[in-house]
């Protein structure tokens, strides 16, 4: 691998523009990462450093371009399901092949076991860096934030959403499933609704797919409800979540990567695929309102801990320049997370 002497040399190409960013501030020469493949391809030709933010196909090139040019190959928030098919399985197998040329694993959660198995990735391959709420740090941010009126389900990736409507419709609460347009929703793995839904629940399809819509929803939530699947191997809701906790709601998840190995107080946890647990949990919640001031009062103390984009941009860079300066492990940045005591 020929990584040029000097800082000021040393060609990063990523697709992360706050990435960019401070790689320039820093000295470096960051490229922003070219819209079509034969434009990124030539782009990977004179790299050093290569930081994809999910992005298959642009990792999938990266990769196969790596053996003959040796840069530095980092991959950020990768997306992964569970192969359930032959196809997919075979399919598994060949993206497994391309993987093994990436550096360096760049995860918001610690529980990888299901990418290790289904993909083949290695643990010293990956580092975690903590995630942060969305938005926080842009004036679509709401301003002000109501007690909510309804158990919201929301988000694109992987909600199993007949389990939240057959919850709502053993508790009466109202609540609203909120769902952009029918192909994207299939095309990140949560069926569109179509089917009737009961007097209480309400669909409403995001249409504009702004973020400041998304929110606006989340900050008239009572509670924020992310039903998972169980054949679910990566973090999904992460982004929802950590909205939810940043604006004071009280979160319900399924257990899972990226709950139970990052979170204890701040959400609770109920078990995938289980609408009669989901309902329980989501009636007692919105009828006690001190146990849910509590989980919602240690959600918003950790999400506020995770900082901003500039501190997740400045740590994905500061671990991915480990693939320039040494060839050994990345060092873990495992954020500690803020006590409850005080709201027990």
């Known amino acids: 691998m020929s990584i040029n002497a000097s800082t000021g040399d040393r060609v990063i190409l990523t697709n992360i523009k706050e990435v960019a960013e401070i790689a320039s501030a820093r000295g470096d020469r960051a490229v922003m990462a070219a819209?079509?493949?034969?434009?990124?391809?030539?782009?990977?030709?004179?790299?050093?450093l290569v930081i994809i933010d999910n992005d298959h196909w642009r990792v999938y090139l990266a990769a196969l371009v790596r053996p003959w040019r040796r840069f530095g190959l980092v991959s950020v928030d990768l997306i992964l399901r569970a192969p359930a098919t032959f196809r997919e399985r075979l399919l598994a197998?060949?993206?497994?092949?391309?993987?093994?040329?990436?550096?360096?694993?760049?995860f918001y959660f610690k529980d990888t076991a299901g990418y290790e198995r289904c993909y083949g990735i290695k643990p010293r391959q990956i580092v975690y860096v903590p995630f942060k709420p969305n938005g926080k740090d842009q004036p679509v941010w709401p301003s002000t934030i109501p007690e909510g009126e309804y158990a919201l389900c929301a988000g694109r990736t992987m909600r199993d959403v007949t389990t939240f409507v057959q919850a709502m419709a053993i508790t009466g609460c109202p609540a609203v499933l909120l769902q952009?347009?029918?192909?994207?929703?299939?095309?990140?793995?949560?069926?569109?609704?179509?089917?009737?839904?009961?007097?209480?629940?309400k669909l409403v399809i995001h249409?504009?797919?702004?973020?400041?819509?998304?929110?606006?929803?989340i900050a008239k939530a009572k509670l924020v409800v992310?039903?998972?699947y169980a054949r679910d191997i990566g973090c999904t809701g992460i982004s929802t979540y950590l909205m939810g906790m940043a604006l004071g709601k009280c979160v319900i998840i399924s257990k899972g990567p990226g709950v139970d190995d990052l979170?204890?107080?701040?959400?609770?946890?109920?078990?995938?695929?289980?609408?009669?647990?989901?309902?329980?949990?989501v009636s007692r919640l919105w009828h006690d309102d001190i146990e849910?001031?509590?989980?919602?009062?240690?959600?918003?103390?950790?999400?506020?801990?995770?900082g901003d984009t500039?501190?997740?941009?400045?740590?994905?860079?500061?671990?991915?320049?480990?693939?320039?300066e040494s060839r050994e492990t990345f060092q873990p940045t495992d954020k500690a997370k803020p006590g409850c005591a005080d709201a027990a």
Not at 37 to 42: A, D, M, N, P, S
Not at 180 to 201: C, F, K, S, Y
Not at 209 to 217: A, Q, R, V
Request: glycine share 6%; hydrophobic share 40%.
């Open 226 to 228: 992310i039903p998972r």
């Open 180 to 201: 952009q347009p029918a192909d994207i929703m299939r095309e990140h793995g949560t069926d569109d609704w179509r089917e009737d839904l009961p007097p209480n629940v």
């Open 35 to 48: 819209a079509g493949r034969l434009g990124f391809f030539r782009q990977c030709l004179r790299a050093d």
């Open 292 to 306: 849910r001031w509590k989980i919602a009062t240690c959600g918003k103390r950790y999400a506020d801990s995770l």
């Open 310 to 324: 500039a501190r997740l941009c400045g740590d994905i860079l500061a671990q991915s320049l480990l693939c320039l």
């Open 207 to 217: 249409e504009d797919g702004k973020l400041e819509t998304f929110l606006s929803f």
């Open 263 to 281: 979170l204890t107080d701040e959400v609770a946890v109920v078990p995938p695929e289980d609408a009669q647990a989901l309902a329980a949990t």
């Open 93 to 106: 197998k060949l993206k497994a092949l391309a993987l093994s040329q990436v550096d360096k694993f760049i």
